[in-house]
């Protein structure tokens, strides 16, 4: 196993898939994302289905998104600020050890019989917070821990880290709903934040003075902005993603879907769940083994038109099998478009900058979930469930198709 990526910049042949996990740092930071994104993933699940439980209603779901919301667009720039001037490590094991407390605070809350709806609005809040500073940190690393010319692959294998989270922690998290007490089922999953804590201390990142900084002002929580906005094709992928997805952001509706119109329960709500990080998981692997994709602005248009039609069939779905395909081509769709999308922010975003502009990706990307969870849960309670992702649905394709004409569709990065 190589040890020093710059020492390895030798490979100019096709890179095999798994050729950046070669690197013994680049492992524990896939480690630690593996973990880390699960233990995320799952207590999502169970805070969604736990809200509806207790309160039955499509308004509170998607009062869930805006508290998840609110710190990402809030403090997004602050979090990435914190990347690019502190000590990385220090801050993964802040936040993580963060993330593990207020699971366990959730489970000592409901064993005890006093949760309140506003006790996992806070605790996603919360949670938010502490993973807008997380993630963009973790990301961040990335080009430290592999040779340049690896760098793609690294993207690509982080992805599928994600995309297994998502039906691995999504599934945990509804058959720990199905198989034990929801209060036990929130202590599970503070248990996966462990092995991520482990990986953390043994990776090692590089020093605060190894690393090209520029000087703090106050006008660096503007940094990550300015360089985003002087890359027009990022500025439109990741609006593009913002408003597709978000309009057609379909999850926080699923206990609805599981309940009043599929009747699978909790066990079926765990397998809906999951099911798009079937097809991400199935892209990932695709581009993995195929490699570097010429157009990359054409296969990212295609994916959100075929996100914005998957969508709109699973809105009047009364079958669950056909559900789950229909869950898992969403999944397919949204993991090719946002490897198009990582893998030219890493090429072209400087070190000094990298936290920042991560920073801002993330606001775009994780806000298109918070924000798309309070509007479709508000157009669910005045159009219901189906209604809702129809609307959604228009909105993608009519936008993809207008952006069809620009360079986007001429792009490859």
Not at 14 to 34: G, H, V
Not at 94 to 100: D, H, P, R, S, V
Not at 297 to 303: E, K, V
Not at 344 to 372: E, K
């Amino acid at each position: 196993m190589a040890d020093d990526p710059a020492d390895n910049d030798e490979t100019r042949a096709p890179l095999k898939p798994w050729a950046s996990l070669r690197y013994r740092d680049y492992n524990f930071l896939f480690l630690l994302s593996l973990f880390a994104t699960t233990a995320q993933q799952m207590r999502l699940t169970q805070n969604l289905y736990q809200v509806y439980e207790l309160s039955g209603s499509a308004f509170l779901l998607g009062l869930t998104g805006l508290a998840q919301g609110v710190p990402i667009f809030a403090l997004g720039l602050f979090g990435g600020t914190l990347a690019d001037f502190l000590d990385r490590k220090k801050i993964l094991l802040i936040t993580i050890f963060g993330n593990l407390l207020v699971a366990i605070t959730l489970g000592i809350l409901t064993v005890t019989e006093v949760i309140q709806v506003w006790h996992i609005l806070a605790g996603t809040a919360l949670t938010s917070a502490l993973n807008i500073v997380l993630n963009p940190t973790r990301m961040a690393l990335i080009s430290h821990l592999v040779p340049r010319s690896h760098l793609t692959n690294a993207v690509a294998l982080n992805s599928s880290v994600s995309q297994g989270s998502h039906f691995i922690g999504p599934m945990l998290g509804g058959l720990s709903l199905a198989w034990m007490s929801t209060g036990n089922a929130y202590l599970f999953n503070a248990l996966f934040y462990l092995p991520a804590a482990v990986a953390i201390v043994l990776l090692r990142a590089p020093a605060i003075a190894t690393m090209v900084r520029e000087k703090f002002t106050s006008a660096s929580f503007l940094g990550g902005i300015k360089f985003l906005l002087s890359e027009p094709i990022i500025v439109t992928l990741v609006l593009l993603d913002f408003i597709v997805v978000g309009f057609g952001y379909y999850r926080p509706l699923l206990p609805i879907f599981a309940k009043d119109i599929l009747f699978v329960g909790p066990a079926g709500f765990g397998m809906l769940s999951s099911a798009p990080a079937i097809g991400g998981v199935i892209g990932t692997v695709t581009l993995l083994t195929i490699g570097d994709v010429k157009s990359k602005g054409l296969l990212a248009l295609w994916s959100f038109l075929a996100y914005a039609t998957a969508l709109g069939i699973f809105a009047v779905s009364t079958s669950f099998t056909l559900s789950l395909v229909l869950l898992s081509t969403l999944g397919l769709a949204n993991s090719l478009q946002a490897i198009m999308r990582q893998t030219s922010f890493h090429l072209l975003t400087p070190d000094h900058v990298r936290g920042r502009a991560f920073s801002v990706f993330n606001m775009f990307s994780q806000g298109a979930n918070s924000a798309g969870a309070t509007e479709v849960g508000l157009m669910a309670a005045l159009l219901g469930a189906p209604g809702s992702l129809l609307f959604g649905c228009a909105v993608g394709a009519v936008l993809t198709l207008g952006c069809w004409v620009t360079e986007l569709r001429n792009r490859a990065t």
